[in-house]
């Protein structure tokens, strides 16, 4: 059974400092592993992907994640918060050709 | 990147009538297409699972008599919610996967605000 677990329904960070949202996933088969972003009353975009390829994910807007096995985590950061990047974010992970398994989602608040 | 359409954004309805949603693949075939439910700050919760030309795979506690899902083709699935009433006020959102070598990747509609008053 596959299964995310995020820490942190809500994160705040100041403008310009570090972002840091984490995941942790359980899965009996090497998994891949999304996070998404969601605007209000918006649909989810992907930000970026693990797929068995290098275990350091770029993504769009700055973010960027690392696959670490050992811990089974999946933890999505940014050097520099902007305040655009307020939203929910999801973590997620998934078999190939099967359902998403979604965590329950962090709410980021950015100060300025 | 492939995109999928969701349609409308949003409805309001009365209750006891029944509301079609549209989740169209734009650029791409869609061989799977799963429909989820969001409530206010909670996760997605899958609702259904469905594969073009066969019946939806419906998740436990969810009534298929009520959430109608068809995929007719590899380009369109519909969800409709029956004799909608207040409690199934909620935000649906569908998401898509491609054959081959996207399949690794799902893609979202932007979502529907359902509200029955």
């Known amino acids: 059974a596959q299964s995310v677990t995020q820490l942190g329904s809500h994160v705040s960070v100041s403008e310009g400092a570090l972002v840091l949202l984490r995941c942790n996933y359980s899965?009996?088969?090497?998994?891949?592993l999304f996070w998404y972003v969601q605007y209000p009353n918006q649909g989810l975009q992907l930000l970026l992907k693990y797929t068995s390829a290098a275990t350091l994910v770029k993504g769009i807007n700055d973010f960027e994640a690392e696959f670490k096995k050992s811990e089974t985590s999946f933890h999505l950061t940014k050097p520099s918060a902007h305040m655009s990047d307020a939203a929910e974010y999801f973590c997620a992970v998934s078999e190939a050709g099967n359902q998403f398994y979604f965590g329950t989602g962090t709410s980021l608040t950015v100060i300025p | 990147g492939a995109v999928v359409s969701q349609h409308p954004s949003w409805v309001i309805c009365k209750s006891g009538t029944s509301v079609k949603i549209e989740c169209r693949s734009l650029d791409f075939q869609a061989t799977t297409m799963f429909w989820y439910r969001q409530f206010p700050k909670q996760s997605l919760m899958l609702m259904a699972t469905?594969?073009?030309?066969?019946?939806?795979?419906?998740e436990q506690g969810v009534e298929k008599d009520k959430f109608l899902i068809n995929h007719a083709s590899l380009t369109l699935s519909t969800l409709t919610v029956t004799s909608a009433h207040p409690e199934d006020s909620s935000f649906y959102i569908c998401?898509?996967?491609?054959?081959?070598?996207?399949?690794?990747?799902?893609?979202f509609g932007q979502g529907t605000r359902l509200t029955v008053v």
């Open positions: 469905s594969n073009e030309g066969s019946k939806a795979t419906y």
């Open positions: 899965s009996s088969v090497p998994p891949y």
């Open positions: 998401s898509a996967r491609a054959a081959g070598r996207r399949n690794t990747e799902a893609f």
